[in-house]
């Protein structure tokens, strides 16, 4: 026999050994891959019941390569936090500390967040090494230097480390509201950490820096997105050290700071007694801020590129439960702009107001003493405009537009009647709003409001912005200025209106529409007649009603003549 021959027979039976050995493993594969499949999808959803998380997976499919490929994963929690993948690849890499379980490379396909008030995150598809062990998990966003690390540590000290090296958020992850964007995050650099021993206080410290943020205007109630919301790009810097301690009912904000274009801002905070008597001190100081730079940041669309510098020093202190106890303090400086906005240099003048009534009928009102609804300053009743006052805005002659002395104030009061009856806006603010703005009630048509409110003031002075606003604000039923009104609830002229019917017009102005619900009848609700009884007292106790009107008013009939 020759060496050739024993050759070729040693290959050939090697060749059926290792035949017959891939044919087992292949079997074998397959009758395994079954159990495996259901064994890592239990354990991923074990392992997410341990962490207070519900989790749903459609299928698990087991790869030759030992790759693990599931679809259609869903997680949720108590706190309204939902998580989406459509697909996820589990591709475990070799360590010295082995294979399984330890260290794998993850790609995420199509990944969704959602969250509360109707936040959604969507990430973008990527690969994320993910490096387990017992006590220990770092996630790396993987393609080289990571951009973004996390390393979480648990035992009887939990310790969470994140770090973003110029870290392109925008490519990465897309956050909306409603279905409508809210930011692009530009590059973040960074990094931030949480530290807890055991069941004591969770001490929480960020800082960084995103380059080419832009802000959305927010306006995401209603159907549909505002085209063109996002803002000039900006640099924005912030810093964060805080302290929570569930156990004790305590939390405190040392250090908060945040830095962009137009607007520095810093603030401490500390909240003590749980939830049984929370008991909160604020403070805010804000040493500059340009009001045009932060329109266009925020995305708002400016009526002239110069709108003034406002300095804000707040500070609030009290029992969130007891709304009386809330001490507020401000100090606000505005310097206007150089030349007058010529959007509200006009309002000095004769000017038409258009206006798109509830039922979406376009309105015209000429603010004219050439309008026979038009009602002069001088001719309105005195009591009447005290009690509008009283009712929509007390230190009106007080502060310069805005007053952010009555915000505490009017939250914490509806939270502990559990309504939204009060409200914190200034009139100058409410007739920004008319004059200027939409129905939507959004985060930027606020920050709007507060800067158009601050420009009316500085402009018209104070008895001009009550003769427009009187003029043109809505009364209900397609009513609008106060020569209408008292025309379409009493039949009489403004000069001819009673104390109480005074009242009533003033009462029915924070909700004209809303509280049309409560005249249907052709007397008011009890409801409504209180809130009219509540006014009175307040006249009374001012002084602007004797004992004898107050009696009287309180006696007196309504006369109403609106029936539906």
């Known amino acids: 026999m020759t060496v050739g021959s024993v050759g070729r027979r040693w290959f050939v039976r090697m060749a059926l050994v290792m035949a017959v050995v891939a044919s087992t493993m292949v079997v074998g594969f397959q009758i395994a891959r079954p159990r495996v499949e259901t064994f890592a999808v239990s354990r991923l959803q074990a392992a997410a019941s341990r962490r207070g998380w519900t989790a749903t997976i459609g299928g698990a499919r087991l790869t030759p390569r030992l790759t693990l490929d599931l679809r259609d994963i869903e997680l949720r929690n108590g706190s309204g936090w939902r998580i989406e993948t459509r697909e996820a690849s589990v591709h475990p890499r070799l360590s010295w500390r082995g294979l399984m379980g330890r260290m794998a490379l993850v790609r995420l396909l199509e990944t969704s967040v959602s969250l509360p008030l109707g936040l959604r995150v969507d990430v973008r598809p990527a690969s994320w090494l993910i490096d387990l062990s017992k006590n220990q998990l770092r996630v790396e966003l993987a393609g080289g230097t990571p ?72 306006s995401a109630e209603g159907p549909g997105c505002p085209a063109n919301a996002f803002g000039s790009p900006a640099d924005i810097e912030a810093e964060l050290r805080a302290t929570l301690d569930p156990a004790a009912g305590q939390a405190s904000v040392s250090h908060l700071m945040v830095r962009t274009r137009g607007i520095e801002a810093s603030a401490q905070a500390a909240l003590t007694g749980g939830t049984a008597d929370p008991r909160v001190t604020f403070s805010l100081e804000v040493p500059r801020m340009d009001l045009a730079e932060v329109l266009a940041t925020a995305g708002l669309d400016l009526p002239a590129r110069d709108l003034g510098v406002a300095a804000l020093s707040w500070r609030m202190e009290g029992r ?213 009884t509540t006014l009175l007292g307040k006249l009374r106790a001012v002084g602007a009603l004797s004992e004898q009107e107050y009696q009287a008013a309180l006696a007196a009939p309504l006369d109403l003549r609106q029936s539906s």
């Not at 770090?163 to 490519?171: N, Q």
């Not at 009493?490 to 809303?514: C, H, N, Y």
């Open 147 to 218: 951009a973004v690390a996390v390393n979480v540590i648990t035992g009887p000290e939990t310790r969470i480390d994140a770090r973003f090296v110029a870290a392109p958020m925008a490519d990465l992850v897309q956050v909306s509201r409603d279905g409508c964007p809210v930011a692009r995050l530009g590059t973040i650099d960074g990094s931030g950490g949480f530290l807890r021993s055991g069941a004591g206080p969770m001490h929480v410290r960020l800082e960084g820096r995103t380059r080419g943020l832009e802000l959305a205007s927010l």
């Open 320 to 532: 969130l439960l007891d709304p009386e106890s809330l001490a507020v303090s401000q100090r606000l400086h505005f310097s206007p702009p150089a030349k007058p906005v010529p959007a509200i240099l006009r309002l000095k003048g004769d000017f038409v107001q258009r206006v798109e009534t509830p039922q979406g009928d376009a309105k015209q009102i000429l603010v004219s003493p050439n309008s026979p609804d038009f009602v002069p300053l001088a001719d309105v009743p005195p009591l009447f405009l005290k009690a509008l006052l009283l009712a929509e805005d007390t230190d009106f002659y007080g502060h310069q537009g805005i007053d952010l002395r009555e915000l505490p104030l009017a939250l914490a009061t509806n939270y502990v009647r559990g309504t939204s009856l009060r409200g914190a806006s200034t009139i100058p603010q409410q007739l920004a709003k008319n004059l200027f703005l939409t129905r939507r009630k959004t985060v930027s048509r606020k920050v709007e409001e507060a800067a158009l409110a601050l420009l009316l003031d500085s402009t018209l002075g104070k008895s001009r912005e009550l003769e427009i606003y009187l003029n043109v604000i809505e009364w209900g039923a397609g009513t609008y200025g106060l020569r209408p009104a008292a025309r379409h609830y009493f039949g009489r002229e403004p000069s001819q209106l009673s104390p109480r019917q005074m009242a009533f017009l003033a009462v029915l102005i924070p909700g004209p529409v809303k509280y049309q619900r409560s005249l249907t009848s052709g007397v008011p609700t009890p409801f409504f007649d209180a809130m009219i």
